[in-house]
């Protein structure tokens, strides 16, 4: 088994500019898939509200549903380091709010850090709360998916100038609050590569060109996600379609008589089959 990823170790990856790879997962055999890969990072989103729970966006998600995926997570994995993320309304009130929801995905989900979106002057709170909690926080700026609405909708940020320079000004806020380690998403490469020097803390990027490392879902790069993805995915299988070919034949098989076959069925005896008929008389007769 390899050694257990940690903050220092991914700060040693940044400074030996050695990739750091991240996958967001959301059950046990997504999981332990990511764990045999020897992935560094995995992210329960709470985009998990859409590609595992059926909703149509993320924050209608609630904490003990995450609690339930990230618990599942951690049971999958035992070296790569697990980020939760915190879902909508779980901060938003107060910094002691904040705090503690992270406990909870500390302590009932066995998450190694939280993921909190945004970096406003309130997310710069709770960031600065939570970890001096002694919890590590990733933060995450560019698209924020929990306000998207306030962006403008799922798009590109930092495409003009005064998203470019809030991406600066964000980027190194949450550092200086005590992010351990920052995601951004989708933010031209260019704009990345302006504030990625300046960022002491790993830089996991996503549809943001090249950074310290990439995140990108599970189900996005096997294939399983049905329906048009974003423009930065890239699927390196395509799991979904063999998944419904391989229902499909069971449907088939079953409708036709076909399984199950001989030799998925247990073994009897003639007095357990005599047992069951005498008892079945018994019981009819009277």
Same mark, same amino acid.
């Given at each position: 088994m390899r050694a257990q990823v940690t903050l220092q170790r991914l700060a040693e990856m940044k400074e030996r500019r050695e990739p750091i790879v991240m996958v967001t997962a959301y059950d046990y055999p997504s999981a332990r898939t990511a764990e045999q890969a020897e992935v560094d990072m995995v992210l329960v989103g709470d985009s998990g509200a859409q590609v595992v729970l059926g909703h149509d966006s993320t924050v209608a998600v609630t904490v003990d549903e995450m609690l339930v995926l990230a618990g599942a997570v951690r049971r999958g994995v035992q070296s790569a380091f697990v980020v939760a993320d915190l879902p909508f309304g779980s901060t938003e009130v107060s910094d002691e709010q904040a705090i503690a929801t992270a406990v909870r995905f500390v302590k009932e989900a066995g998450a190694d850090a939280v993921k909190l979106e945004g970096g406003g002057e309130a997310r710069l709170s709770r960031i600065r709360a939570i970890a001096d909690a002694g919890?590590?926080? =990733?933060?995450?700026?560019?698209?924020?998916?929990? !306000? #998207? +609405?306030? /962006?403008?909708? *799922?798009?590109?940020?930092?495409?003009?100038?005064?998203?470019?320079?809030?991406?600066?000004?964000?980027?190194?806020?949450?550092?200086?609050?005590?992010?351990?380690?920052? =995601?951004?998403?989708?933010?031209?490469?260019?704009? !990345? #590569? +302006?504030? /990625?020097?300046? *960022?002491?803390?790993?830089?996991?990027?996503?549809?943001?060109g090249s950074a310290d490392g990439q995140v990108l879902v599970l189900h996005d790069l096997l294939g399983i996600t049905e329906g048009r993805t974003a423009a930065f995915v890239k699927r390196y299988g395509s799991i979904g379609p063999d998944m419904v070919s391989a229902v499909q034949a069971y449907a088939g098989e079953v409708r036709g008589g076909v399984f199950p076959g001989p030799e998925h069925v247990y073994a009897s005896t003639d007095e357990a089959v005599a047992a069951a008929r005498a008892e079945l008389e018994a019981r009819t007769s009277d």
């Open positions: 919890i590590p926080v =990733v933060a995450h700026v560019g698209l924020t998916p929990q !306000t #998207a +609405v306030a /962006l403008g909708g *799922l798009r590109a940020q930092g495409r003009t100038a005064d998203s470019a320079a809030r991406l600066v000004r964000e980027a190194l806020a949450v550092q200086d609050a005590g992010a351990s380690v920052l =995601v951004i998403e989708a933010v031209p490469a260019e704009v !990345t #590569a +302006v504030v /990625l020097p300046a *960022l002491e803390i790993p830089v996991i990027g996503i549809g943001a």
